[in-house]
């Protein structure tokens, strides 16, 4: 019995080897054209789970003819960082470089990462991160502009299924696994090669002949890659406020789907979706915000799952409203406008006028107790008068459903 894992007997040797990925790989793509120059180059790579960071991280190493060392940031102490710099200075007058891969680099503290930052800027250590948060709030500035930032893309299912189809028959155990088999575990992969690496070795070791069954017994119950506090929370609830104001009720529904599923509260959803009402709908559809304002009230008396039915009725109703930022965009030219004119004073015209001595001055002067009463002068401080507050012209069409 072979007791490497099988994820670590079929990682790739080569940027060949790397399956999907074509976006950075390729004749003309940034990885590639790296390893051509031979010229090392100080990277961060990120990326969803189970995409091949780590893989690419040594295969760039090998190419670099680097000695390679890796670090975890959720284990690395002080003692560790000042180690790998010892060992580089070794490196060093042998000649040889260092690439030093830290994974989950977002996890090291501001602290950590100016340890490392003399040392990459003197080139004595090649310096490769692996991160799944965005590394423009997780990496301090420096490292960043002093590294390339690379978008290791998510696997597609087809991605998955080449990795499982490529080990199956390195094993050699075709005749034991069905394809509706290979299906199911790249479907539940969640694009993690890693993961269905994994099913499919546990698969293979709980019987003879893989079908279905057998992979939902080794696999479990999958739950969907969703970090609350991190991008995919993002990501998600960015896609479905977007997908709203593009009014495609089909892609509404399916991130509200995905949400839900994940177990994203659903009242910060709700809050989302009030906001959405008066900035995006806004004029066009006033009735938009109370409507909001009753989901989200529903979703504190009801809750789930009966909620998940309130959600995806309200939203629905938001995607196919007709849309208008005219009140938003009312509102941020009056801020800024107000904030540029602060110290302008109101005019005497529009002032109260309590005591005969202001009267005679005219605070006040014109105006009438009546309602729907119009003074026929500005009704803007001096420095504010001829600006076009609300309804000005912008750059898109506010009205476009």
Same mark, same amino acid.
């Given at each position: 019995?072979?007791?490497?894992?099988?994820?670590?007997?079929?990682?790739?040797?080569?940027?060949?080897?790397?399956?999907?990925?074509?976006?950075?790989?390729?004749?003309?793509?940034?990885?590639?054209?790296?390893?051509?120059?031979?010229?090392?180059?100080?990277?961060?790579?990120?990326?969803?789970?189970?995409?091949?960071?780590?893989?690419?991280?040594?295969?760039?190493?090998?190419?670099?003819?680097?000695?390679?060392?890796?670090?975890?940031?959720?284990?690395?102490?002080?003692?560790?960082?000042?180690?790998?710099?010892?060992?580089?200075?070794?490196?060093?007058?042998?000649?040889?470089?260092?690439?030093?891969?830290?994974?989950?680099?977002?996890?090291?503290?501001?602290?950590?990462?100016?340890?490392?930052?003399?040392?990459?800027?003197?080139?004595?250590?090649?310096?490769?991160?692996?991160?799944?948060?965005?590394?423009?709030?997780?990496?301090?500035?420096?490292?960043?502009?002093?590294?390339?930032?690379?978008?290791?893309?998510?696997?597609?299912?087809?991605? *998955?299924?080449?990795?499982?189809?490529?080990? @199956?028959?390195?094993?050699?155990?075709? %005749? &034991?696994? /069905?394809? =509706?088999?290979?299906?199911?575990?790249?479907?539940?992969?969640?694009?993690?090669?890693?993961?269905?690496?994994?099913?499919?070795?546990?698969?293979?070791?709980?019987?003879?002949?893989?079908?279905?069954?057998?992979?939902?017994?080794?696999?479990?119950?999958?739950?969907?890659?969703?970090?609350?506090?991190?991008?995919?929370?993002?990501?998600?609830?960015?896609?479905?406020?977007?997908?709203?104001?593009?009014?495609?009720?089909?892609?509404?529904?399916?991130?509200?789907?995905?949400?839900?599923?994940?177990?994203?509260?659903?009242?910060?959803?709700?809050?989302?979706?009030?906001?959405?009402?008066?900035?995006?709908?806004?004029?066009?559809?006033?009735?938009?915000?109370?409507?909001?304002?009753?989901?989200?009230?529903?979703?504190?008396?009801?809750?789930?799952?009966?909620?998940? *039915?309130?959600?995806?009725?309200?939203?629905? @109703?938001?995607?196919?409203?007709?849309? %208008? &930022?005219? /009140?938003? =965009?009312?509102?941020?030219?009056?801020?800024?406008?107000?904030?540029?004119?602060?110290?302008?004073?109101?005019?005497?015209?529009?002032?109260?006028?309590?005591?005969?001595?202001?009267?005679?001055?005219?605070?006040?002067?014109?105006?009438?107790?009546?309602?729907?009463?119009?003074?026929?002068?500005?009704?803007?401080?001096?420095?504010?008068?001829?600006?076009?507050?609300?309804?000005?012209?912008?750059?898109?069409?506010?009205?476009?459903?």
């Amino acid at each position: 019995m072979n007791r490497i894992p099988l994820a670590e007997r079929m990682r790739p040797q080569s940027l060949d080897e790397v399956i999907g990925q074509d976006a950075i790989i390729g004749d003309g793509k940034i990885l590639t054209e790296i390893v051509k120059k031979g010229e090392p180059v100080n990277l961060i790579f990120w990326g969803p789970p189970g995409t091949g960071k780590t893989t690419l991280a040594r295969i760039l190493a090998r190419e670099y003819k680097a000695d390679f060392v890796e670090l975890s940031a959720v284990t690395a102490k002080k003692k560790d960082i000042e180690d790998v710099v010892e060992r580089a200075r070794v490196n060093w007058n042998l000649q040889t470089r260092t690439v030093l891969f830290v994974d989950e680099i977002h996890r090291f503290n501001k602290a950590q990462q100016d340890a490392f930052l003399p040392h990459v800027e003197s080139g004595l250590i090649i310096l490769i991160g692996a991160t799944t948060e965005n590394p423009s709030f997780e990496v301090i500035s420096p490292l960043i502009s002093r590294s390339r930032v690379v978008i290791v893309s998510a696997l597609k299912k087809s991605d *998955i299924l080449e990795v499982l189809k490529r080990a @199956v028959k390195t094993e050699k155990v075709e %005749s &034991r696994i /069905s394809n =509706d088999a290979l299906e199911l575990i790249a479907e539940l992969s969640g694009g993690d090669a890693r993961s269905a690496l994994g099913d499919l070795e546990l698969s293979l070791s709980l019987a003879d002949k893989v079908d279905t069954e057998v992979v939902k017994t080794a696999a479990g119950k999958k739950m969907p890659i969703y970090d609350k506090s991190g991008d995919y929370h993002y990501d998600n609830i960015s896609a479905f406020i977007k997908s709203m104001r593009g009014s495609d009720v089909d892609a509404t529904l399916y991130y509200l789907a995905r949400m839900v599923i994940s177990g994203e509260d659903p009242k910060f959803i709700a809050r989302r979706m009030v906001i959405f009402a008066s900035e995006d709908i806004g004029l066009a559809g006033n009735g938009a915000l109370n409507l909001a304002v009753s989901c989200f009230q529903a979703i504190e008396r009801v809750g789930m799952p009966e909620g998940e *039915i309130i959600l995806s009725h309200v939203a629905v @109703v938001l995607a196919k409203a007709r849309k %208008s &930022r005219e /009140s938003y =965009d009312g509102w941020a030219r009056a801020k800024a406008l107000a904030q540029k004119t602060m110290g302008s004073p109101v005019p005497i015209h529009l002032r109260n006028a309590p005591t005969k001595l202001m009267k005679e001055l005219g605070f006040g002067e014109g105006q009438k107790w009546e309602a729907g009463f119009h003074l026929d002068k500005s009704y803007l401080p001096e420095d504010a008068r001829g600006q076009k507050i609300f309804g000005a012209p912008s750059n898109y069409d506010h009205n476009k459903s």
